[in-house]
């Protein structure tokens, strides 16, 4: 499989076994399906004429829900399978590096160039205002959030040199 792109993959995650999303710095998500031979779907990040590199992809553990890290300070929720943008939110004020859904999906954990690690509440209505939470905070950029596979804490790594365990008690 061989593909080429606008700008430089910046990101990318897989799930299922055969699927790949890709974020680029050309302001979109492609979809891969390792069992063909090409992207089977590309989703823009512009809203309005605006939009931005991605610099971090996540897919829910259903498959149902992709969240985007963006280089101005946004995320997206995207609808997978009903092919549409759920919502573009603002949770930081730098660049998004991370992102990254809870086991269960109820959370969305992000990091970004503010120094900040923040959890968005996924649990309501996804179209309206999300709910979010600074759970941590570092002495420089966040590079990566990950998080445990079963329960609710996570690591972050920073560059300030540290990485850090953190527990999220809702």
């Known amino acids: 499989m061989y593909a080429r792109f606008s700008g430089h993959i910046l990101s990318l995650y897989t799930w299922s076994g055969w699927m790949i999303a890709s974020g680029s710095q ?12 090409s992207c089977v779907r590309v989703v823009g990040t512009t809203l309005h004429g605006t939009g931005s590199a991605v ?3 996540a897919v829910d553990p259903s498959g149902r829900l992709l969240a985007t890290g963006q280089e101005d300070c946004s995320c997206m929720l995207y609808d997978i399978r009903g092919g549409r943008m759920v919502q573009t939110y603002r949770p930081h004020t730098s660049d998004v590096r991370s992102v ?3 086991p269960g999906a109820h959370y969305l954990l992000t990091g970004s160039y503010d120094n900040k690690v ?3 509440d996924l649990q309501g209505d996804l179209t309206k205002q999300l709910p979010l939470t600074v759970v941590g905070e570092h002495g420089d950029k966040v590079i990566q959030c990950r998080w445990h596979t079963q329960d609710l804490s996570f690591l972050s790594s920073s ?6 365990l953190w527990a999220h008690n809702p």
């Open 26 to 37: 050309d302001k979109t998500v492609r979809f891969w399906d390792l069992r063909v031979p």
């Open 55 to 57: 610099a971090s992809v």
């Open 100 to 102: 990254r859904f809870s």
């Open 118 to 120: 923040i959890i968005t």
């Open 159 to 164: 560059a300030d040199r540290t990485v850090t």
